[in-house]
């Protein structure tokens, strides 16, 4: 028994691979860095979903397919934007998701994310949803909905980086979650409405936002050593540390670094962050010896996601934007593939 089910092989897929001893993430056989040079976000899409939701899909069919969802969602918008008045963006994203309509398509779910992140974002800052331009690449419209006007290339090709690294890496606990609700032959829809509310917790996509907190909260104590040490004897967590399977540094942390030094005016930012790294992963190793707690995508992404203009706690939707593309898939290789999940319980109660 083991309560985390580490270790334990509950699917096969053909769909992504994390291999936390080589620091690799496998994506139909392309690694990370592959996807993100030769694919895009959209461009990976078609190889994750090729075969699960459509045939020889490709990056045009996808880009123009998510055109057309995110029309689609932004004319739906009043069937649930209303009811999220005053409640927060995590909040307001999962209304989004559970008013996707159950006959959906896999694109239909996915563009339903961008549009509603960007009209709670903006409705939450006074401003009116902006209508999607389904010409433009997900990233690139995102940001124009978000910001009220087309922006600078690097910005866009930073999210479309981000994207295209978090999308999927095997059966991390949300894609786990939207298996089991798929495998109940449930709809696509409502395995996504179930990925997305095991992703909102701190230790899994809730993780940017707290990460630039703990970074900030770092930098202002004056003495980032004497911080780490404070946190860690009081058993607390280093945000953007530890992953159930890397044992070694992630590697997507490394692609986001490099589209943030493009990004240009972060560099004083990502020096104090390499900086905090450098000493967080030596205090782990006097805190946590014999467990290696490595460097994971979180504190990268926390950056990039803030060089992007957006608020801390738009981070973990957002994130979720990229992350739903695997669990569509993951969902639809589930049906196709798998049983029913049902994993027994060791009953310790009384009365046996
Ligand atoms: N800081 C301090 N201690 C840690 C950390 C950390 N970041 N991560 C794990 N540990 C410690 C635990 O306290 C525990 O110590 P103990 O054995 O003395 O009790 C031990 O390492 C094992 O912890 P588990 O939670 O069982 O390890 P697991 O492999 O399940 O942890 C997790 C994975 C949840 C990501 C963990 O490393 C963590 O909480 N990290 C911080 C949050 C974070 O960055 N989450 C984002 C992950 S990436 C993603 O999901 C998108």
């Not at 092989?9 to 990370?32: K, N, P, Q, W």
């Not at 057309?68 to 918008?77: M, N, P, S, V, Y």
């Not at 909905?145 to 980086?161: N, Q």
């Not at 089991?180 to 701190?202: D, E, L, N, Q």
């Amino acid at each position: 028994m083991d309560s985390g089910l580490e270790g334990i092989i509950a699917a096969e897929t053909v769909l992504s691979h994390t291999d936390g001893e080589r620091g690799m993430v496998l994506v139909r056989g392309h690694t990370v860095q592959e996807l993100i040079a030769q694919h895009g976000y959209e461009g990976s899409v078609a190889l994750l979903w090729d075969g699960f939701a459509g045939e020889d899909l490709d990056r045009a069919a996808i880009r123009a397919t998510f055109g057309e969802g995110r029309r689609l969602a932004f004319d739906r918008l009043e069937r649930w934007l209303p009811a999220a008045t005053g409640r927060t963006i995590e909040e307001g994203t999962r209304l989004c998701l559970a008013a996707v309509p159950d006959d959906s398509t896999p694109a239909e779910i996915a563009s339903a994310m961008p549009v509603g992140v960007a009209a709670l974002i903006r409705t939450q800052r006074g401003q009116s949803p902006l209508a999607p331009d389904p010409s433009l690449g997900t990233a690139a419209d995102f940001l124009r909905m978000l910001h009220g006007k087309a922006v600078a290339a690097a910005m866009a090709d930073a999210l479309d980086t981000y994207f295209t690294a978090i999308m999927d890496n095997g059966l991390n606990a949300s894609t786990f979650t939207a298996r089991v609700v798929a495998s109940t032959r449930a709809s696509i829809a409502s395995a996504v409405v179930g990925g997305y509310c095991a992703f909102t917790g701190p230790l899994h996509g809730g993780a940017p936002g707290p990460t630039l907190a703990m970074l900030d909260e770092a930098a202002q104590s004056g003495d980032v050593d004497a911080w780490l040490e404070r946190k860690l004897a009081e058993g607390g967590r280093l945000m953007g540390f530890g992953h159930r399977v890397f044992r070694v540094r992630d590697p997507r942390a490394d692609a986001l670094r490099e589209s943030l030094a493009r990004l240009g005016p972060n560099v004083g930012r990502l020096a104090f962050a390499a900086d905090f790294e450098r000493r967080a992963l030596a205090a782990l190793s006097r805190h946590k010896p014999g467990r290696s707690l490595q460097t994971n995508v979180e504190i990268n992404a926390a950056l990039l996601l803030d060089a992007l203009g957006l608020d801390r706690d738009a981070f973990m939707p957002v994130f979720a934007i990229g992350r739903c593309a695997g669990w569509i898939a993951h969902a639809l290789e589930q049906q196709k593939t798998g049983r029913m999940i049902r994993p027994s319980s060791r009953y310790v109660g009384t009365g046996a």
